[in-house]
């Protein structure tokens, strides 16, 4: 055997790691504090969207409006579950990776902490000079007395053959360890509300109502523990909706206060009582909380079919397109018309004016001269009875639309509809009126157990965070020698405190020297 092979074969050879050595890693390297700080700025990262990207569960009209404006964008964002970030699937796996990593940290954390509560401080060096704050005087003083001294200043005190050894700010440790359970107790309390909890959406109109059952929900997403029995049994009407805006300025148009005056049944056969809902005062009743989200116009249309009979008669609620001044497009169906269905495509006008080129446009947000204009009127049949379902917004699907036959369109449609005004359709088909106004709110309904806990841990977390931070750990050391010298010595176990640590020092040596009872 040659002699570089010789030394190829007595060289270090390097572990294998293998599966166990690569869990190990992997755990450990999830529970690390830098691990859970990246998760933590991943899940307040991926919030977000939530806040830019209207929401369904929240904002199901603006969803609706996007996907008409940009269905390409409004496609991608489906495709990234950004319409539902709170529910999507990438959200909860930073969730349960945050979740799993605090889990890991605060368990060997909680021990080293115990261990750390039972430890005496430890013996004075002999040597106090070589520490960063040191002093010396000359008095009376027995370890007895200096160790009595340092306890009234809440000192955790050792006392030993002519020195005295003290420690106190475990207060720090504590809050930091709270912090991280107060993080642990708000990821569970979401948690809890997410599978104890519901949320719904419902559109209301004026001198409708609405009652807290399954089927009255235009959206809703119970969580997995929930069943329908689970809803509270309270009901609401709408007695009227009233917004207040801006009428001079350079805000003119812009709205200033929102008001839903509801009639409300905390349960079946419950006397109903007032209530005022407002954007920031939500309806509760027995932890179900109800928010008010966003109003529009529903106007009155009464639809006559060719054979003279009321086809349809009821307000529309209308899907805004200019929130500026709330011009709305809105979708009239009347499938019981003969001897054909009838459809309408409408623009509703709060405040009609007419412009230099002949077309109409609402130059206020307020109803200070509804019209509506008729886009399009057709007749033919819309597809209802096809099974699939339809959105309200939407007048036909795309091949039911081309086989519909257009009664007025373009140059043929007239001057916009005032309140009472109504229009003949050509051809005998019937007739659209134009009965009035009203208005329409959307609603949240949400109950989640975890709210009030989740707050509970938030409040801990700010408490748990400020100790942490404004309380340092520090040590006092006293050497009593014959003669009747004292030599003080101290430090901070706190990165960067020593110079707040100075003054405080000072009064220490203060109080044992001159027996002050008081020290800052």
């Not at 609706?64 to 496609?75: D, G, V, W």
């Not at 709060?350 to 206020?364: I, K, N, Q, R």
Request: charge should be neutral.
């Amino acid at each position: 055997m040659s002699v570089q092979e010789l030394e190829k074969e007595q060289a270090p050879q390097p572990a294998a790691f293998g599966v166990t050595g690569w869990l190990r890693w992997g755990w450990r390297t999830l529970t690390s504090m830098k691990t859970a700080l990246i998760l933590l700025f991943l899940l307040a990262l991926g919030s977000v969207p939530g806040s830019l990207v209207p929401q369904r569960g929240v904002e199901p009209d603006k969803v609706a409006r996007l996907y008409e404006q940009n269905p390409t964008l409004a496609e991608w964002y489906d495709r990234f579950q950004l319409f539902e970030v709170f529910t999507s699937t990438w959200f909860a796996a930073v969730y349960l990776l945050l979740f799993t990593s605090l889990i890991g940290c605060i368990i060997p954390r909680t021990l080293t902490y115990l261990r750390e509560l039972r430890r005496k401080p430890p013996a004075a060096p002999k040597n106090l000079s070589r520490l960063p704050h040191v002093a010396a005087f000359e008095a009376d003083l027995d370890v007895a007395e200096a160790a009595r001294r340092l306890r009234r200043l809440r000192f955790r005190v050792v006392t030993g053959d002519g020195w005295v050894s003290a420690e106190k700010g475990y207060l720090r440790e504590t809050g930091n360890l709270f912090f991280h359970i107060a993080l642990l107790g708000i990821l569970l309390a979401i948690g809890a509300g997410s599978l104890y909890g519901y949320r719904g959406n419902v559109l209301v109109v004026e001198g409708d109502g609405f009652a807290n059952t399954v089927a009255a929900y235009d959206r809703y997403i119970p969580g997995s523990q929930v069943s329908a029995e689970s809803l509270e049994p309270f009901s609401l009407q709408l007695s009227d909706f009233k917004v207040s805006y801006q009428v001079t300025g350079d805000k003119r148009g812009q709205a200033l206060d929102y008001s839903a005056y509801l009639k409300v049944n905390d349960s079946p056969g419950a006397p109903a009582r007032d209530f005022e809902l407002k954007v920031n005062t939500p309806l509760e009743v027995n932890g179900t909380q109800t928010y008010l989200l966003g109003n529009g116009y529903a106007p009155v249309f009464k639809v006559t079919d060719g054979k003279g009979q009321v086809a349809f008669e009821g307000a529309v609620p209308c899907l805004i397109e200019d929130k500026a001044t709330m011009t709305s497009g809105c979708v009239v169906k009347a499938p019981d018309a003969q001897p054909a269905q009838l459809g309408f495509l409408l623009r509703f006008l709060p405040t009609s004016v007419p412009l230099t080129d002949g077309t109409y446009a609402s130059a206020f947000p307020g109803e200070l001269n509804p019209e509506v204009q008729v886009i399009g009127a057709f007749s033919g049949d819309l597809g209802l009875r096809s099974g699939r379902p339809q959105s309200v917004y939407e007048l036909a699907p795309p091949e039911a639309m081309k086989k519909l036959t257009p009664l007025l369109m373009g140059p043929n449609v007239p001057k916009p509809l005032a309140v009472g005004q109504s229009i003949d359709l050509p051809q005998g088909a019937g007739k659209l009126e134009f009965a009035g106004v009203k208005e329409w709110m959307t609603l949240q309904i949400a109950h989640d157990p975890g709210r009030m806990p989740a707050l509970i841990f938030a409040a801990l977390a700010v408490v748990s965070i400020a100790l942490s931070l404004m309380i340092r750990r520090r040590r006092v050391f006293v050497r009593v020698k014959n003669g009747g010298t004292v030599e003080v010595g101290g430090l901070t176990r706190t990165e960067g405190s020593a110079a707040g640590f100075t003054e405080e020092f000072a009064d220490i040596v203060k109080v044992l020297s001159a027996g002050e009872k008081n020290v800052r």
